[in-house]
């Protein structure tokens, strides 16, 4: 069996002397491994970055088996996670949920695009937190979890939604969230637009700790626990927003 497509990629670890276990996540081939024969080498560290998007060829016997990847770069991001302490946060952050939480082998075109959507606000600083964000929320929604922010839950109101009901996932207003508020989330305000903007850590903070709530509570229901990488980005976060 054999197919071609192009992914990024989430993951490497070494196998063997000289070989490599990639992880991709692939546009039409969804989250996937695979070995590349020489990958340990240093020709193929060079190519085999995290966050690097790639050509890819496949090749097994069986569909069913681990099959090995030829691989050839087509954008390579390394330089740019590594020189930002955030980026490089950020994107551990997600390709550890991406690795956790996808079915491996199920095609998501649509996360896909938003993925390299995010990556190139990330090279390009354009409003990339925000584009975090919305990619947390679209996870959510791919996982079957949307968050509904659209009305009140309570009075049916499109106006001055500041909450989120971490029972029902549904936006709740200012005013009838009163005397409820320490059991409510924080609806940051960013999100109820449509355009990406720019934000801060403060708002970039509050949003990682509503998706994040969700996130373990729907898509870790059993060990209530995010990826360590995606807690050290809340911290560092944290530590930002208290000092900005």
């Known amino acids: 069996m054999e197919w071609q497509d192009q992914g990024v990629l989430l993951g490497v670890r070494r196998h063997g002397e000289s070989a490599a276990i990639i992880e991709v996540f692939c546009e039409h081939h969804g ?17 085999l970055q995290v966050g690097t998007q790639l050509s890819l060829v496949w090749r097994a016997r069986l569909e069913d088996q681990l099959g090995t990847f030829n691989v050839e770069p087509i954008r390579a991001r390394g330089g740019v996670l590594l020189a930002s302490r955030n980026k490089l946060y950020a994107f551990n952050a997600i390709s550890s949920l991406l690795s956790r939480l996808l079915p491996e082998r199920e095609p998501n075109y649509r996360l896909y695009g938003q ?8 090279e390009h600083d354009d409003f990339w937190q925000d584009r975090y964000c919305r990619f947390e929320l679209e996870l959510l929604k791919i996982l079957g979890y949307g968050i509904e ?13 500041t909450y989120v009901s971490p029972k029902s996932g549904r936006a709740v207003g200012q005013v009838s969230a009163q005397g409820w508020e320490n059991k409510l989330l924080r609806l940051p305000a960013f999100l109820l637009t449509s355009e990406p903007q720019n934000i801060s850590q403060q708002e970039f903070y509050t949003s990682l700790l509503l998706t994040g709530y969700f996130l373990a509570s729907r898509g870790f229901p059993n060990a209530l626990k995010l990826p360590e990488a995606r807690q050290r980005l809340v911290d560092l976060i944290a530590r930002q927003a208290k000092t900005a």
């Open 31 to 47: 989250r996937h491994l695979g070995l590349v024969r020489g990958g340990a080498s240093r020709k193929s560290a060079a190519i």
């Open 115 to 122: 993925f390299i959507t995010l990556l190139i606000a990330m």
């Open 149 to 161: 922010l659209s009305r009140c839950a309570v009075s049916g109101e499109a106006a001055d939604l």
